[in-house]
């Protein structure tokens, strides 16, 4: 796994952590899960209907082993290179990708994710859905259909109209499981400036599954600074970084 060191002897504090990181770590995801609850319960739902994704970037895989054992399992990357690189370290990790796919990571994205957040055009989900039968037959690969609801320039995904029309394509691709859709919200100053967009992505899922019935109900929607008005609005998975972890060492994504 570690190139370059293929002589160096086990090293025991790798499969380790460190006690108080678990012990702050737990009580983050305890603090987001009772803000989960009470948005949930406002909005009249169970809050069990909703994951929590941590996402990771940037965080190194010693602090992630951390998170596992606080239990914070499932975790969100942005690039592939970064997750196949800690994947190994962090065992009991489930990934999911939510940053772009190129052509030429799709084989090591579907050896590393279990779920693709981010399938953003046809040609990648034909070539997702070649790849999944032969990495994984029998096993259909989990994706959400990104759409960029806000119609924003500087966001990837599907324009609602375009994924409207390229619907009835989705039904032939048989190793991928369409579970439903994720956006990413514009910046918006206050949480309350991103409900809009969360609106638009459930009536836009409603839509869609009353034509075409394959496409499941999840919405993965809702980040830091306005996952709870996500989850009023029906999101299923909220990507929550900084407020787990912290800020990250740059601003960027
Ligand atoms: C970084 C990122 C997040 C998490 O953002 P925070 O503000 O740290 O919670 C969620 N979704 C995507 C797509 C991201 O890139």
Do not use: C
Not at 31 to 38: G, N, P, S, T
Not at 63 to 78: D, F, P
Not at 114 to 138: H, K, M, Q
Not at 187 to 199: D, I, L, M, N, Q
């Amino acid at each position: 796994m570690e190139s370059g060191t293929p002589d160096r002897p086990a090293d025991p504090e790798r499969d380790e952590f460190d006690p108080d990181e678990v012990a702050a770590l737990a009580l983050a995801r305890d603090r987001v899960l009772e803000r989960i609850e009470r948005a949930s319960r406002r909005a009249g739902r169970d809050p069990g209907e909703v994951r929590l994704i941590a996402v990771s970037k940037t965080v190194p895989a010693e602090r992630l082993r951390a998170a596992v054992a606080a239990g914070l399992t499932q975790l969100g990357e942005n690039r592939v290179q970064e997750a196949v690189a800690k994947a190994p370290l962090v065992p009991g990790a489930s990934w999911h990708l939510i940053g772009p796919l190129q052509s030429n990571k799709v084989r090591l994205a579907v050896e590393t994710f279990s779920t693709v957040e981010t399938v953003d055009g046809t040609d990648l989900a034909a070539r997702l859905d070649r790849i999944a039968g032969e990495v994984r037959p029998g096993r259909r690969l989990p994706v959400l259909l990104q759409v960029n609801v806000d119609a924003d320039p500087a966001k990837a995904g599907f324009d609602a109209d375009v994924l409207r029309e390229a619907m009835p394509q989705f039904g032939d691709l048989r190793n991928l499981e369409m579970r439903g859709l994720m956006t990413v919200g514009r910046f918006a100053v206050t949480a309350e400036a991103a409900r809009p967009t969360f609106v638009a992505l459930r009536r836009l899922s409603e839509r869609l599954r009353a034509v075409s019935p394959a496409l499941g109900g999840e919405l993965s929607m809702g980040m830091s600074d306005d996952f709870e008005v996500a989850v009023e609005e029906g999101a299923t998975t909220v990507r929550i970084g900084r407020t787990l972890f912290g800020a990250r060492p740059d601003a960027g994504g």
